[in-house]
């Protein structure tokens, strides 16, 4: 039973003072904010209960590293409180199939998502977008690396922006 009485429970984290790349940046921010001018401020909004079982759930996963800072300020919330959970799942709507299910099951969580993009969606959208725009959703999809540049994305929009005004 998930509910309390008529109450669905939910929590939901509040985000970090400053950015962190894995669950122990994420942990030594989360110590080092509690120690200091954060003073009593919670990351996590919401009640904790002895035996909980938490399900991280969220819009999109690409590699699974902010789920995995999420459950981390999860358990670093509910053992600052003083109650015992489990916090081993996770539901997404869409998994970009960049790796977040090997991770998962690494970790031994459980993901899952309601679309696969890469193995899905993208036969899906074939006919509702130009070609161009479809070959490169798939490119960034296969190799992100290359679309994390500033100057390549600015350059993207120009393109865009230039082949979208030759259409009307």
């Known amino acids: 039973n998930i509910c309390r009485g008529n109450v669905i429970p939910y ?4 985000p970090l003072p400053e950015p962190a790349r894995t669950p122990d940046d994420a942990h030594e921010i989360l110590t080092r904010a509690s120690a200091g001018k954060w003073g009593e401020k919670s990351f996590l909004e919401g009640r904790l209960y002895d035996g909980d079982k938490i399900l991280l759930i969220d819009d999109v996963v690409s590699d699974f590293g902010s789920k995995l800072i999420a459950r981390e300020i999860v ?16 539901l997404v709507v869409f998994d970009r199939e960049q790796g977040a299910q090997v991770k998962a099951d690494q970790e031994g ?20 977008m130009e070609e161009d725009e479809h070959f490169l959703i798939t490119d960034y999809l296969e190799n992100p690396e290359l679309y994390q540049d500033a100057e390549v994305q600015k350059e993207l929009l120009r393109e865009l922006k230039k082949e979208r005004n030759g259409r009307r």
Do not use: H
């Open 75 to 90: 358990m670093y919330e509910a053992e600052k409180r003083g109650v015992n959970v489990s916090c081993d799942g996770v």
């Open 11 to 14: 929590l939901y984290t509040r």
């Open 109 to 128: 969580m459980s993901l899952t998502s309601l679309i696969k993009f890469k193995s899905q969606a993208l036969d899906w959208l074939v006919g509702e």
